[in-house]
Every structure is written in C-alpha cells, then in structure tokens.
C-alpha cells in the first residue's frame, strides 16, 4: 500500500517537473512553502489587529470596517489571512504524507518527525481561536463547540459552554483571553518551527523566487475574486438556519456533533499517539554512518561545513601533533550520505598506489574501493571514446548504460565523489566523464548537486583543478526513471568526445565552462 502511494506521488512529483521544473515543483518544497505560509498570515495578521476593537460589542464591527472602509486593501489583507492559514493546513499534511513515504519519519530523522507532531495541535488551536475574534454566528458556534469539547473532560470546575449561553457572559475580559490566546499560539508554532528544523543543516525556510511568487498570487487571486465575508453578529438567542463551515479548521466541530466529544477526542489522542511511535514501526532501513580516522584527519572542517544534516561536530584531536582538532561524527544524526567523504581533502585517488584512508569515510563504500573500482573499470574499457559514468544511488540505474566503452559506477550520492577522482579517470585512459543524480533541485540529501556544481567550478573545496578541461565533463541531473534522457545525453557526449580526439591530447591545458543537462523525468 505504502510503496504504491509512493509511487504514485513520484508520478505528481515528475509531471510537475516536466511543467515547472524541479526548483519550482510545490510538491518538492512544501515545508518552504509552509513556512512563507505562516509569514504571510502573520504580516496580513498583525494588520488586521492594528483595526481590531478588542471589544466583544464592537470585535464585529470593526471586522466589517476593515473589508469597508479599506477596500482594496482590506479585503485582500483580510482574504490573504484566510487563504494562507488555511492553505498552511493543505500544505502541512502533505509534507508530512511526502515525509512519510519516502522514509523519512525514520532513522536520525526521528527529531524532526516527532517535532513536527504538536506543531499540528498548534496549528489548529491558533486557526480556531481567530474564527472567535470576527465574533459573528461562526465564531459563536466555534467556540460553543470547543468549549463543549473540553468540558467533557472537565478542565474547568464549572461548563466553559455557559459562557456563550447569552451576550451577557461575553465580557471584554473573556475576549481578551481569545485575542491573547490567537497571538501567543502562534508565536509557540513559530518557536516549534525552529525547533522543527534544528537538526537541519541550512533549512529551507523560503521557496525559490518563481515559487513564491506563484504561492502569493494564487493567494491575491483567491483573495480578490472571493473575499472573505463574516456572518451575521454573534447572538445566542438565534440559531443559525446555515453556518458556511471552513473545513480546513473546523472539521473537528462538525465530526464532534456528528459522534460524540468523547469520540473526536478518542480520534485526536489515536491520530497524535500513532504519529509519534510511527518513527519506530516497520523496518529502518537505514545507512552506516561515516566513520572519521584520526590519524587521517587534519581538523580542516569542510565536512563539517557540507554535512547537510548537522551530524558532524569538531572536537579535540587525539593527537595534538597531527592537528588541534579533529571530525567526529554523531551517528543518531548521520544519514550515511557520503557527502562529507566527497568533501575531505585527504578523500583522493593520487594518494600513492597501496591502500589509503580518508579522514572521514563510508563503512562498505569507501573511497579507496571506488578508486579500485574505477581502475579496474578504466582497464576493462575498449577503444573509442571512452567514458565514466558516476551515478547516484537514488537516481537513475547507471548500471544499464554501462558498455564496452563505458564505465559505471554509482555512489550514495553524487555530492559523495571527490572532484579528483574527474582528473584521475582522465589521466588513465578515460576521454570523458558524466556525473549524473537526482533530479535538478531534487537532492535526496539536499546539497549533493550543490557541492558538485561548487566544486567543479572551484567555488568550493575540494576544487577540481584548473588543468583538467571543461569539455570533457558533462553533469546531467537526470533523476529517477529516466534512463532513456541519461542515455541520450550520453550519446550526445560521446559524439563531441569523438570530435574531439583522446584526453591525454588536452589535459593539460585548463579550459572553462562545463556543460550541464538540466534532464526532468
């Protein structure tokens, strides 16, 4: 069930890449997209308050002044409050789907799965208590209904619902509670978001340009072309004949009436409990982590600087002579990428001919296998250009492309190859090289394409060094499932290492300019 649901979003993930490409996919950035959700409520919120009479006599009134007397601007302030809180909703439930189906409520991504789990409750709570503010017939069946629902566990010694029995109990004081409450919840679902993302190296915390530029005028549309409206003002002694519920928030008042509170409450603690032990059921398939070798490592930190997951910290070596300080690895945070082994200065095929040890390296795939592997792949390759495929294991199968005249080999990820090892297949026997990965902007472990692309442009250290050309490097970000665009890039590769003649003609001089294939499944 799980893998089909999986599959089917790869699916949505794909067409959206073909139409929009994968740095302005919605479904590859909804935690970004929820974050700029939450800041647009906020903004559009703090102005409305500034128009708010605190008042429960007038809350109404001053409501309907706003969409009034400020028109254009309030309408749509007002509408981008609605739209983004309750596109917040939409957006958190499918992140937290997306997360679920690719594994990541698993393995050293625990933390941030569990913190995720009250933001939930906060998010409700906080969009509930601004339906009260409005004080109209909605706002009076909202919080008749929470109050009902907390009553029957007894929270107070007297039924909270008594207070919304006649106008009379409203008091100023109770409507100050529900303006202190729809303030300080938010401000605790924005400390939670931080907590959220602490184990994350670099969060991201805003979608790219085109991205939210799209999310804020889908919100100004939705806003102008359906303004907000109130119902009538909040009266006890009426019964509304029809309440346009906002099923986003207040679902829960509808299953509640439509059950029982004991029921809703029951579904609540279920949903809550089984999200937090979901970490923990099933099979984890997780990856060892890195594995630092003191006497290798020279305390420079650029695995420190590229982890993506924060698991890495510098500490005191072990030996005062060798460096001040040294990598350790926290394997609880740890995703076993290899990103920190494509980054260590010491992670090189040149390092002599017997065996090596990086400073920081991959139990199982280390870098000397994969310079023992390239050697003999580079030996088994017969004339004509020739080439070596470097691939990622969560992208396309760079096995199917292997050839006479091709080798292949596939990494953890493609942020775990040294730009070193492009020189040294070079200088022994290859005529190109074509790193390929994850869909553009869709790194399974978020910085992989991004170190690569720094690195072979000698932004960033460990540098691909200025003598090897250019031309005969190609990047194609390929993705999952797409061979058929891997394979045409390849022959396409091929047909201008053909033109121009063996490696070993031009290696040393340095040439600028790399060429990338930007593939989308």
Avoid at 3 to 12: E, I, K, N, S
Avoid at 46 to 61: E, G, K, N, P
Avoid at 290 to 311: I, K, L, Q, W
Avoid at 453 to 466: N, Q, S
């Amino acid at each position: 069930m799980r893998q089909r649901a999986y599959t089917l979003w790869q699916a949505a993930e794909s067409r959206l890449d073909r139409a929009f490409g994968a740095r302005a996919n919605p479904l590859r950035g909804l935690g970004a997209i929820a974050f700029m959700l939450f800041w647009v409520a906020a903004v559009s919120g703090i102005y409305l308050y500034v128009f708010l009479d605190t008042s429960a006599a007038q809350a109404w009134r001053s409501v309907e002044a706003i969409g009034r007397g400020q028109w254009p601007i309030g309408v749509l302030m007002r509408g981008l409050h609605r739209y983004a809180s309750d596109a917040l909703v939409v957006v958190m439930f499918a992140h937290l789907l997306r997360e679920y189906l690719v594994g990541h409520a698993r393995g050293f991504r625990w933390f941030s799965w569990i913190s995720g789990v009250p933001l939930i409750v906060l998010l409700y709570a906080s969009g509930i208590g601004g339906y009260w503010l409005v004080w109209d017939q909605l706002a009076l069946f909202s919080a008749t209904a929470t109050a009902e629902w907390l009553d029957w566990i007894g929270v107070a010694s007297e039924p909270f619902a008594r207070n919304f029995l006649s106008t009379d109990r409203v008091i100023d004081r109770l409507f100050t509670l529900f303006i202190f409450l729809h303030i300080g919840i938010p401000l605790a679902l924005l400390a939670g978001m931080w907590v959220h993302v602490q184990r994350v190296s670099r969060p991201d915390t805003f979608p790219s340009r085109s991205l939210a530029a799209g999310t804020l005028a889908a919100l100004v549309v939705l806003a102008a072309v359906f303004p907000v409206q109130s119902h009538p003002p909040a009266n006890p002694a009426q019964v509304p004949a029809m309440l346009a519920l906002d099923w986003f928030y207040l679902l829960p008042h509808a299953v509640m009436y439509a059950t029982s509170p004991g029921t809703l409450w029951a579904i609540v603690a279920g949903a809550i409990v089984l999200l937090l032990v979901l970490p923990w059921l099933g099979r984890n398939d997780r990856l060892p982590a890195a594995v630092v070798s003191a006497e290798d490592c020279n305390g420079c930190g650029r695995c420190f600087a590229d982890c993506p997951y924060s698991a890495i910290v510098l500490v005191p070596h072990t030996s005062k002579r060798i460096a001040p300080r040294m990598a350790q690895v926290q394997p609880a945070l740890c995703a076993g990428c290899g990103i920190c082994a494509g980054a260590c200065p010491s992670s090189t095929p040149f390092r002599g001919i017997g065996a090596f040890a990086s400073g920081i390296d991959m139990p199982g795939r280390s870098i000397a296998d994969l310079r023992g592997e390239l050697e003999c792949a580079l030996g088994g390759l017969s004339a004509g250009p020739r080439v070596v495929v470097f691939g990622c294991d969560r992208s396309a199968d760079v096995a199917a492309v292997r050839s006479a005249d091709t080798a292949a080999m596939s990494l953890i990820c493609a942020g775990m190859l040294p730009p070193s090892f492009v020189e040294y297949a070079l200088r022994n026997g290859a005529d190109g090289v074509l790193v390929t990965g994850c869909a553009d902007g869709a790194c399974d472990y978020r910085f992989g394409q991004r170190w690569i692309a720094e690195r072979f442009a000698a932004t960033r250290e460990p540098y691909l060094r200025a003598n090897v050309p250019r031309q005969r490097l190609r990047v194609v970000w390929a993705g999952d499932g797409t061979l058929p665009e891997l394979e045409h890039n390849l022959a396409a590769f091929r047909a201008s290492l053909a033109a121009r003649g063996p490696a070993a003609a031009s290696l040393a001089r340095p040439k600028r300019g790399i060429q990338v294939s930007h593939a989308q499944p």
